[in-house]
């Protein structure tokens, strides 16, 4: 019995996260700094990388590339193109939490590097992240996404980091007024995917947001009319996930896009989420399949 | 490219040689082209193989030329007028061929405009700005 009792309040220890290390890792998004980005993806498709300059200030975090400008933080998304500018402004309430499967951990430093502290997030039994931050400005000079299978799936490195001037990142005297999605509803998406739950949901451009998290990675089900091309996706090779053939899936370095269709909606998963996390996920939102022929004379017919 | 329209005038043989032998190699690289396929050559088969039925007297407001027509001439008009309507239906994007356009970027910057209010390891935000 007390063996019982210990077993069980050793595991509910056990799997709360380390408000120490949360509030570290939590810094590290406050982080100012000035560096290049060097991110790839073992996907699943090839390997993707690219780098980029990178800037983050007052919880803002901007990158700069050839086409413009991106600047994303505190609810708002800023892109700055020859097209114009593109503003953006969520403004959710929702109390975070951590997913209870995983565990935070202070990580050994193996490397013996002794510029940076380590914090590891397991899954189980194995290690799903781990994170070097950086002593001086906490800002995070690697972080490593794992697989279930143990591959890595996803590096990522602050190279050429230095702290920033102290001036303003972005001149927000020139920004348009600021565009707001209101909270909608989704037709057939799940309050819950995987171990993910949904946060919240709002319109969007084409149908309606759901947002889901687990604390540590997160993603978006953006519920679209059938007809739609999913953002170009549509054009990418078919894959099978989890079994089920119908998917277009992209990787680009920091995120996976997936698009597909059922009889009667369209589906863009946007998110950071391992190869086996999705999985788990599609496994629990609408699968793709195609009307059948009579539905899809009907629908030609009378809309 | 998917070969979209090119499918139903594939099934038809009504392909130039150099446009067969494209979808035909689109087709054995792309699932989603191969189900487009089948379904529409088993359409032209379960056309094929209706039975012809004859209409009831009065059941229907045929025009008086049709209804003047003898029965065996009826039921090729009502099996042409069929075939029309599926050609027609399958071959102008009753799945779909005509889509509308999603911006993909749209769809990104909202996703990461959320995600960077998740107030919890704002560590990862990096990456996610590193999607585009």
């Given at each position: 019995?007390i ?7 050793m ?9 120490e290390?949360i509030d ?21 498709d ?5 780098i ?9 975090t ?6 413009g400008s ?14 114009g ?6 403004s ?8 209870d499967?995983?565990?935070?951990r ?9 510029h940076g ?9 194995f ?18 996404i794992?697989?279930?299978?143990g591959a890595?799936y ?6 050429a980091?230095?702290?920033r ?11 348009p007024?600021p565009?707001?999605?209101?909270p ?10 995987g ?10 451009p ?6 889901f ?8 089900v ?21 079994g089920?053939g119908?998917?277009h ?22 998110g ?9 996920v599609?496994?629990d ?7 059948n022929?009579l ?9 | ?5 090119l ?17 035909e190699?689109?087709?054995?690289e792309?699932?989603d ?21 004859e209409?009831l ?8 030329e ?18 029309v ?5 399958i ?19 909202q ?7 998740d107030p919890g390891?704002n560590?990862m ?8």
């Amino acid at each position: 019995m007390i063996l019982t009792v210990t077993l069980i309040l050793m595991t509910l220890v056990g799997s709360l996260p380390a408000p120490e290390l949360i509030d570290d890792l939590d810094q590290a998004g406050e982080a100012e700094f000035v560096g290049r980005q060097l991110v790839v993806c073992w996907a699943p498709d090839g390997v993707v990388a690219h780098i980029t300059d990178i800037e983050q200030s007052d919880g803002m975090t901007m990158v700069t590339g050839p086409d413009g400008s991106f600047a994303i933080g505190e609810g708002k998304s800023i892109a700055s193109s020859a097209d114009g500018i593109r503003y953006l402004e969520m403004s959710p309430s929702m109390d975070w939490r951590l997913w209870d499967g995983y565990v935070v951990r202070e990580g050994a430093n193996q490397t013996g590097a002794s510029h940076g502290r380590i914090v590891e997030i397991l899954e189980g039994s194995f290690i799903r992240a781990s994170f070097v931050l950086d002593a001086t400005t906490a800002a995070p000079l690697i972080t490593e996404i794992y697989g279930r299978d143990g591959a890595l799936y996803r590096y990522s490195s602050l190279i050429a980091l230095s702290e920033r001037e102290d001036e303003p990142m972005l001149d927000m005297s020139d920004m348009p007024e600021p565009e707001q999605r209101s909270p909608a509803v989704a037709a057939t998406v799940p309050a819950a995917a995987g171990h993910y739950w949904a946060a919240d949901s709002y319109v969007a451009p084409g149908g309606v947001q759901v947002f889901f998290t687990d604390g540590l990675f997160r993603f978006s089900v953006f519920e679209v009319s059938r007809k739609s091309d999913g953002g170009g996706l549509s054009n990418a090779d078919s894959v099978e996930i989890g079994g089920r053939g119908g998917y277009h899936r992209m990787h680009t370095p920091g995120a996976v896009s997936v698009f597909w269709r059922t009889p009667d909606r369209a589906y863009v998963l946007v998110g950071d989420l391992p190869p086996d996390h999705l999985e788990q996920v599609l496994a629990d939102l609408p699968v793709p399949s195609r009307p059948n022929l009579l539905k899809r004379a009907w629908r030609w017919a009378f809309g | 490219m998917h070969p979209g329209d090119l499918l139903s005038a594939y099934v038809d043989s009504q392909l130039p040689p150099a446009d067969r032998l494209s979808v035909e190699s689109h087709v054995e690289e792309c699932g989603d082209c191969r189900d487009e396929l089948a379904s529409i050559t088993s359409a032209r088969q379960s056309l094929r193989d209706l039975p012809l039925l004859e209409p009831l007297a009065g059941s229907l407001r045929l025009p008086a030329e049709v209804v003047e027509l003898r029965p065996g001439h009826r039921r090729v008009l009502v099996a042409a007028a069929a075939t029309v309507a599926m050609v027609v239906g399958i071959g102008f994007g009753v799945d779909g061929n005509q889509t509308v356009p999603l911006q993909l970027d749209a769809v990104v910057e909202q996703h990461v405009a959320r995600a960077s209010v998740d107030p919890g390891l704002n560590v990862m935000q990096v990456q996610a700005v590193a999607n585009r």
